[in-house]
């Protein structure tokens, strides 16, 4: 049986405003769902809230595989197969972008002998490969991380970093933001390709329908004002493009 992310009844608060109204969601991995709606209905607090961000106060249920990750800080849900392309967003000036994945390769694969890249060498051709895919020119992995990178930029590194770490489950948010029309193509496809490598399951946040149209997704789910109002199809998408939130209702 494939493994799980059951969401259930989940309700998040930060500083006594309530944001998430109950959220019900489920996937398995090999999924793709996407979430998406208008600015300010809660998408990225699901994001967070899921992930352990300190600043909000979650209720509910989040099992991964029958375990519950609320309550587990964030490191403890990375380990257990969560990945938030947001969890390490901090600007390191010095440590370079391909010793930094090096690290969190390591990390998940501390036997040397064990590893599919054994040195950091092995693993920079690998990384370099892959970046390539996403179009990130080998220039970047020798850059400080984050140090002065664009929002394109830092985005296609996240998606990097998904490909090294292969999550369980992974959470993008606006992935599309920052990004041009060609970029965001590139990116969406490097993120089938992924997907189909790993067998991950994708939580796609976006609040555009462009990306859409170059991703392999199962559902879509409509938020707004903290909750789910209407889940369905690709059609979905089109209904929304012609209809806009407003009218879609129950
Ligand atoms: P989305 O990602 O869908 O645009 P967010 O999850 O970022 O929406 O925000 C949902 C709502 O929660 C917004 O009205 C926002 O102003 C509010 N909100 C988010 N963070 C905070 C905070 N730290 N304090 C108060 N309100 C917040
Ligand atoms: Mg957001």
Same mark, same amino acid.
């Given at each position: 049986m494939k493994t799980s992310l059951k969401i259930a009844g989940l309700k998040a608060s930060v500083a006594d405003a309530t944001i998430l109204r109950g959220i019900d969601l489920e996937l398995k991995q090999g999924q793709m769902v996407v979430i998406m709606g208008p600015n300010g209905s809660g998408k990225s607090t699901l994001a967070k809230a899921l992930t352990g961000h300190p600043e909000y106060t979650v209720k509910g249920s989040v099992k991964l595989n029958g375990k519950e !990750?609320?309550? !587990?800080?964030p490191d403890e849900r990375a380990k257990a197969g969560l990945f938030l392309?947001?969890?390490?967003?901090v600007e390191i000036p010095g440590v370079k972008v391909l010793n930094f994945l090096w690290t969190v390769y390591t990390q998940q694969h501390p036997e040397r002998t064990r590893r599919i890249h054994p040195s950091i060498v092995d693993f920079r051709d690998w990384l370099v490969g892959k970046a390539n895919e996403l179009g990130i020119p080998d220039s970047l992995l020798m850059r400080g991380l984050n140090e002065g990178f664009s929002g394109g930029e830092k985005k296609r590194l996240e998606i990097l970093q998904m490909a090294v770490m292969q999550p369980k489950f992974a959470i993008l948010d606006e992935t599309d933001s920052g990004l041009d029309i060609d970029a965001i193509k590139t990116v969406a496809e490097g993120v089938n390709k992924i997907q189909r490598e790993t067998d991950m399951g994708v939580i796609v946040i976006t609040h555009y329908q462009r990306i859409l149209q170059y991703l392999k997704f199962d559902i879509v789910h409509v938020m707004v004002n903290g909750r789910i109002i209407k889940s369905g199809g690709p059609e979905l998408v089109e209904e929304l493009e012609q209809r806009g939130y407003g009218e879609i209702r129950g």
């Open positions: !990750l609320l309550g !587990l800080a392309a947001f969890q390490y967003p």
